[in-house]
């Protein structure tokens, strides 16, 4: 069997031995190989000084091993261990039964104070011979030490809660474990590819600081809407993006040298999930946004301009709501909309919530991204804004969408 490299077994499928040179047959035509069902986690220190905080499972039924399990009377389960430890020590006594002296070359573990508690408490049981034993519930003893192959953290399948459709997304709980082993609260943690950011949420959950590296406005986006959709819009006040436009200098390079970059970095200005299409494929839609009337979701569409635009890419923008049935439409360009695109604009008339408040908002909304960067923002029933734990993938080859349907919609 192959040597196993140093490290530790990341959750896939079922885990099982790994080998480099694999040579048995499955039993399927043209397969002359195991199954690669595996992940591998490398680790490494600077010095002999690294952090390590052995990790540990919570004791469960599954886990649980010895002969002193016992199932309480109220379907619980516990452990029922000895009461003394080694060297002489006085009686204590037991409520009812009185004084009980120790065994012989032993002594109670605890005070009559701490016997008193335990008495409160029911967790003191005696056996058949009278002798006090301590019941602890399963959940309060020391959890097991996790070993290089693990089985308990589920990949994330289609159905999972924490799913934002990244394709390479991996379990937060996995990232949790790695950063609880190996960092302390207020340590620093790097990710230098962090993707949709599971990284950066673990970080963020267990009181790490952290520093997220990405090359796409895509990543940063979708980073921004999970840290906004787990702990609020003041989180942004405790980080900075680093190397996105700043001024309309900035932007107007960005989208020279990338427009879809640009696309998804306007998107991030308002908030909004860019939609995923095949490049090329323009529907006349690059992202959404969601809010609820009457208890139903309603749609906001956005289309990025970068280039030059005319009143043509605002009567475009009415057919696409009205060929959508979307509420609200909104053209984000880089150059100010002239007169007749104003006047087009103005000609699509209102939207009005039904239950919400009595405000009239504009059918097609123009903003530059000018106005985006002064603040300004696309006017719609925020106070009842939906938001989702599903975004695009990161390569935009299969025209989908999400959906505010089912669990996507929170």
Known sequence: ???????????????????????????????????????????????????????????????????????????????????????????????DRGPIDPPSGRHWQFDQTGIDGLLREGRVIFSKGGSPRLRTPLEELPGVAVRDVWTDIQPINAAAAERLGYPTQKPEALLERVILASSNEDDLVLDPFCGCGTTVAAAQQLKRRWIGIDITHLAVNLIRHRLRDAYGPDIEKTYQVIGEPTSIDDAQQLAHDDPYQFQWWALGLVGARPVEQKKGADRGIDGTLFFLDEGKPKRVVISVKAGKTGTAHVRDLRGVIQRDEAAIGVLISMQVPTAEMRKEAASAAFYRPSTLEAKDYARIQLLTVADLLSGKDIAYPISERVTFKRAPKASAEIETEALPLGDDAS
Request: net charge positive; glycine share 16%.
């Open 1 to 95: 069997m192959a040597r196993q490299e140093q490290g530790a077994y990341a959750p896939g499928t079922q885990v099982g031995m790994a080998a480099r040179n694999p040579g048995a047959l499955t039993g399927r035509k043209g397969i002359s190989q195991y199954g690669r069902v595996h992940d591998i986690l490398l680790f490494y220190s600077k010095g002999k000084s690294a952090t390590w905080n052995p990790p540990s499972i919570p004791q469960s039924p599954e886990t649980a091993r010895g002969h002193d399990l016992v199932i309480g009377d109220d379907g619980r389960m516990y452990r029922d261990s000895d009461l003394t430890g080694a060297g002489q020590g006085p009686s204590r006594t037991f409520g």
